[in-house]
């Protein structure tokens, strides 16, 4: 949530009262103390993360997973909620790959407002590590979108042994 929501007439806001068990209020109290901020606000702040994570949750039955044999005999594992979405040539190099699913990206951002919904309230990158690529909510972590991994297999190291020796 913006600050600029927070500092919105009040009287727009939809009042309620809950009952929580007092060991999650407690809880609650602790992180508002840590964080210099007042209940209401903790109460917010969770309430967005919980909503957050769940959005990001992945249904393994949602999940489709491409395996890909690349050159070098490594394994590509490609999956998440867009890899339908993106027909991307997956044995390219990662940072390639990478900007091709940042343009990607761009375009499924621009290509309707309910596409552009799903970016709301994030700040979405693609995230390279040393043998993964990984669509990323800052700050937050994955948005299981689209993850590419890199994995060795035994045709690689013998590869690379072979590589070695002469």
């Keep these: 949530m913006s600050d600029k929501t927070r500092t919105q007439n009040q009287d727009e806001w939809k009042r309620t009262q809950i009952r929580i068990p007092q060991d999650q209020y407690d ?38 997973i491409k395996i ?14 867009l890899l339908k979405a993106f027909d991307l040539d997956y044995t390219q190099d990662l940072n390639s790959l990478k900007v091709d699913i940042e343009l990607s990206l761009k375009r499924l951002y621009e290509s309707s407002l309910l596409k552009r919904l ?39 190291m013998e590869n690379l042994h072979k590589k070695n020796d002469q």
């Excluded at 890909?68 to 909620?81: A, D, P, S």
């Design 27 to 64: 809880d609650i109290v602790a992180y508002a103390e840590g964080k210099e901020i007042s209940i209401n606000t903790a109460m917010i702040e969770l309430i967005d993360n919980g909503l957050r994570a769940s959005e990001s949750r992945v249904d393994p039955e949602d999940l489709d």
């Design 68 to 81: 890909i044999k690349l050159e070098n005999g490594m394994k590509r594992l490609v999956y998440g909620k």
């Design 118 to 156: 799903s970016f709301f309230n994030k700040k979405v990158f693609v995230y390279q590590g040393n043998n993964h690529l990984d669509i990323v909510d800052d700050g937050i972590g994955s948005l299981n979108w689209l993850i590419v991994e890199d994995h060795v297999t035994d045709e690689y």
